[in-house]
């Protein structure tokens, strides 16, 4: 009798175990995500999928995070990687705990998504679009959470209310014939980070005081004359005051081949208006203004500068005085120092001015090269939610609900 019971129960206990594990494993997400990811994957991928494993492995679309002991939602879709070209017609906002939203180069979000479903994605923190070809809505609404939004390629007007949101960071990579930024008039305060495409469709960039805490720039200037369709253009819309930014980047992108790239002068106006930490100069573009003859960058910092020059020669080669970087003077008590990093130029002249300071000078290469350009160093990309990244499958499942404990403790007490 004794071994009668002990067997009873071992089998009841090893049978809710497995209902628990049957449906946490088969029934975790909500009826709707799970519908609308198995079509997402269809329209992707071509491909039938049915259970929560497949919906929640298949090649990186869907991460899904579990919130309680029985139950999963999904904080990212990475829709990439898909050789058929589509416009998602699926109804995203069942995803209400999406975090992180990735749309491919053969992905188009319908205009419809940004009045109607943006909106109601209220955790949403970050947003990358490869190539945006529909058209923005006159007027939407953007999650307060949404943080950071990525155009690696546009070809519609950029709505002025990304502008006027509280996004903290915005990228426009690259822009291509039917884009345009818009007239900005207001001031936000949100704003901390942008990096923005010039070339001859567009070289005309909102006025950098409306955002007056804006802390990183960078400039992605499109200059190679080779391009179809191209247009010799300004950059003047740049030369503004960057009084409170703390790092700027200029990054030329071309062949590298200089008898087809478009120079412009770099106006001593424009390195002497601001108080910057960080300044770099990547590809070929930069020319030394032949008015002055040198680079001037005494008056950006008292704490120190940090210069790179990468690539684009001509501001070192052209210097008409010996002394030909003129740097920060370093403002006791404060300690912190000037650093200059060289890259494929031969060495100029240094006037460090320094007080209190110390200086680092790093070249690399002896000679001026006119290899390709490498895109330089960007803005962090968005930084990647905290979220649990670990997916339970059958095998390893364990879970003990409050009807197995309570007939473990019968099992004790009854013998």
């Known amino acids: 009798m004794k071994y009668f019971k002990l067997l009873f129960f071992f089998l009841i206990f090893i049978y809710l175990n497995y209902q628990t594990v049957d449906g946490a494993i088969n029934k975790p997400l909500s009826t709707n995500e799970t519908s609308v990811a198995i079509s997402i ?10 259970t929560f494993e497949e919906v929640c492995d298949y090649n990186g679309c869907f991460e899904c995070t579990q919130i309680t002991q029985n139950s999963y939602v999904v904080t990212s879709i990475n829709m990439v990687n898909s050789s058929n070209s589509f416009i998602v017609s699926q109804d995203l906002s069942v995803f209400k705990n999406l975090i992180k939203l990735i749309i491919g180069e053969n992905v188009q979000l319908p205009t419809s998504f940004f009045n109607e479903t943006l909106p109601q994605l209220k955790k949403l923190e970050n947003l990358e679009i490869s190539n945006q070809e529909q058209p923005f809505p006159d007027k939407f609404v953007i999650p307060n959470l949404l943080s950071n939004v990525h155009f690696l390629s546009i070809s519609v007007p950029l709505s002025p209310i990304w502008f006027e949101s509280s996004v903290n960071s915005i990228f426009v990579v690259k822009t291509l014939p039917g884009f345009k930024y818009p007239n900005l008039t207001n001031e936000n305060t949100n704003v901390r980070g942008l990096s923005l495409a010039l070339n001859h469709i567009d070289s005309n960039v909102p006025s950098m005081n409306l955002f007056p805490n804006l802390q990183v720039i960078i400039f992605k200037i499109y200059n190679d004359m080779s391009q179809e369709g191209y247009k010799n253009f300004s950059i003047d819309s740049i030369n503004q005051e960057y009084i409170r930014v703390n790092s700027l980047e200029f990054s030329f992108i071309n062949s590298g081949n200089d008898a087809t790239i478009q120079k412009f002068t770099l106006q001593q106006s424009l390195i002497s208006r601001f108080k910057l930490k960080l300044l770099e100069f990547v590809g070929i573009g930069f020319t030394l203004d032949p008015s ?38 370093v403002v006791p008590p404060k300690t912190s120092s000037n650093k200059i990093d060289i890259v494929g130029c031969i060495t100029p002249s240094l006037t460090p001015n320094p007080t209190n300071s110390s200086q680092t000078t790093t070249t690399t290469g002896s000679t001026t090269t006119g290899s390709t350009t490498t895109i330089g160093a960007t803005t962090s990309n968005p930084t990647k939610p905290p979220i649990d990244n670990d997916k339970t499958s059958t095998a390893s499942y364990l879970s003990f609900s409050f009807c197995q404990i309570f007939i473990l403790i019968l099992c004790l007490f009854s013998f």
């Open 41 to 50: 994957l269809k329209s992707l991928y071509n491909i039938d999928t049915n």
């Open 292 to 329: 002055i003859g040198y680079l001037n960058f005494s008056m950006m910092s008292d704490y120190g500068l940090i210069l790179t020059i990468n690539g684009t020669c001509d501001l070192v080669i052209e210097c008409k005085v010996s002394n030909c970087i003129v740097l920060p003077t």
